[in-house]
């Protein structure tokens, strides 16, 4: 007698083993079947991509900056040979300046502190070089006594031969100049006046057919007195001797003049 069948009570099991009690009446209409989320499904973190890494290009700036520094390494060292061969060859030096004369023509002050004046002067330049030829503009002179300056004038520009010395002259004046109180009282009270007198140029080096870049050049006189004559402000004075000036180079870096 054969063992009769029991019908199956357990519920459908899907692709997982998982059992659902309603998985008949689910695939009976058709509908997929749900399934709550497992452990992995809850605890998976969001996949972001990552956008691409640039490019580093730390390494062919490096290699630039290396070379740029090497380039500027070999045009100084260039130069100072340049510079080197020159000096051997032409042996350059300054130029010198001296006040041969001055006259006190005039020195007037008004009650109002106007100041009038005039003196005539004579400048020796010489250029000691003798393959080098100097070329200078125009000179600007100003003159000064205890700090007030008392007149001011030019030299027109002029070319100096090698080994060759020119002598300059010119008038140094002042009409009608506005003085501060203190100033002109101490002037008045003066006999004799300490005199600077300073000159403003540029002037250039001409070597054959080449002409030079021009730079500054100031000289500075000292030393130099003038005196008038006791009763008279409009008597003539002069000095004594010559004055040697100091000559200083002045070059332009930007905005600044060493």
């Known amino acids: 007698m ?17 059992g659902t009690a309603n998985g008949g009446a689910a695939t009976a209409n058709g509908a997929r ?41 070999a045009l100084v060292f260039l ?5 080197g061969v020159v000096y051997v060859l032409y042996r350059p030096q300054r130029p010198t300046f001296s ?15 106007l100041l009038t004046s005039r003196l005539d002067l ?27 300056t008392i007149g001011e004038g030019t030299i027109p520009g002029f070319a ?3 080994d060759n010395t020119t002598v300059l002259k010119t008038t140094v004046s002042s009409s009608g100049r506005s003085l501060d109180p203190t100033e002109a009282s101490d002037l008045r009270k003066r006999k004799r006046y300490p005199l600077e007198i300073e000159f403003d140029t540029k002037a250039g080096v001409k070597i054959g057919g080449f002409k030079s870049k021009r730079l500054g050049i100031r000289a500075s006189c000292d030393g130099i007195e003038a005196m008038v004559a006791k009763g008279n402000a409009t008597a003539a004075a002069t000095t004594t001797g010559s004055a040697k000036c100091k000559v200083k180079l002045r ?8």
């Open 160 to 162: 100096q031969g090698t």
């Open 99 to 113: 006040v041969s004369s001055l006259r006190l023509v005039a020195l007037n002050l008004s009650a109002a502190d």
């Open 79 to 83: 130069a100072a040979i340049a510079a």
């Open 33 to 73: 079947p749900t399934f709550p989320p497992t452990k992995a499904q809850q605890y998976r973190l969001p996949y972001h991509p990552q956008p691409p890494r640039p490019r580093r290009r730390r390494g062919c700036c490096c290699v630039c900056c290396l070379w740029l520094t090497l380039f500027l390494i």
């Open 251 to 258: 070059i332009k870096i930007w905005n600044w003049t060493i």
């Open 2 to 18: 054969e063992a009769s069948r029991q019908p199956n009570t357990n519920p459908p099991r899907d692709a997982n083993g998982n």
């Open 122 to 148: 004579s400048v020796t330049a010489r250029n000691p070089n003798r393959k080098l030829v100097f070329v200078y503009d125009d000179v600007a002179i100003s003159a000064s006594s205890g700090g007030v």
